[in-house]
């Protein structure tokens, strides 16, 4: 039995810590937050996407025909690998566990309040590795914190006629996306995750880039977002 008052598995967009150049500001910003959450007994698990460093490179690549799916989602796995290190190093002064994890299986019996998790396979986005640790650890909900702020029923930047959502079942959900993974693909929640988050009965959180809007979700307050159960 845990001691920790809940699991919290969040997967973060890479782009949120790097947008351009990387925000420190940010960082700072997220470390207090999740450094509150921890200190109140909650246990967090950071699952850190790749963003904008991976698709620069997954853009160089694409410039050569015989690179496949596979080997950009490689690319993705291991830039996703430098942002953990990244973060590692930063929150090594909290309880945050020694070393970033990969493999689902690897997070068993980890005590520590902060876990940094990073990639393995390919296949998929960071996102289904969020679901993977949520289901061992039996936390009933991600939170996918990123610069998408709600799901549409289509990309509001090209139609104003775009529909929000503030909940929607994980069928409805899965009708609005793509239903084959490719890497690099741009959806809120990618829609192997979405399966396996639907079987598992885990609800995830769709919200933006502010550690404000996210700290309100976390207590309970009001909070700008879309919820998928």
Not at 54 to 63: F, I
Not at 81 to 108: A, G, M, P
Not at 198 to 211: C, D, F, K, P
Request: with cysteine.
């Amino acid at each position: 039995m845990s001691d920790f008052k809940e699991t919290i598995v969040i997967a973060m967009g890479g782009s949120l810590l790097i947008p351009e150049t990387i925000d420190v500001s940010f960082i700072k910003s997220l470390k207090e937050m999740v450094n509150y959450f921890t200190n109140e007994g909650y246990q967090i698990v950071l699952v850190v996407g790749g963003g904008k460093t991976c698709r620069y490179y997954q853009a160089a690549a694409k410039e050569f025909n015989h690179v496949t799916n596979t080997d950009l989602d490689w690319i993705g796995i291991k830039t996703i690998r430098l942002n953990c290190e990244l973060l590692l190093r930063i929150f090594s002064d909290s309880d945050v566990h020694s070393e970033v994890i990969e493999k689902w299986q690897d997070v068993v019996g980890i005590s520590n309040s902060l876990i940094i998790v990073g990639a393995w396979e390919p296949g998929c986005s960071s996102d289904k590795d969020a679901v993977e640790m949520a289901r061992v650890l039996n936390a009933r909900r991600v939170i996918n914190f990123s610069n998408t702020s709600h799901v549409y029923s289509k990309d509001p930047r090209i139609h104003s006629d775009a529909q929000r959502f503030n909940t929607l079942s994980w069928s409805e959900y899965r009708n609005i996306i793509p239903q084959e993974w490719t890497p690099g693909m741009s959806a809120p929640f990618d829609p192997v995750a979405a399966e396996l988050a639907e079987e598992s009965n885990i609800t995830v959180a769709i919200l933006g880039a502010s550690v404000q809007n996210l700290e309100n979700y976390l207590n309970g307050n009001e909070f700008e977002g879309t919820i998928i159960q």
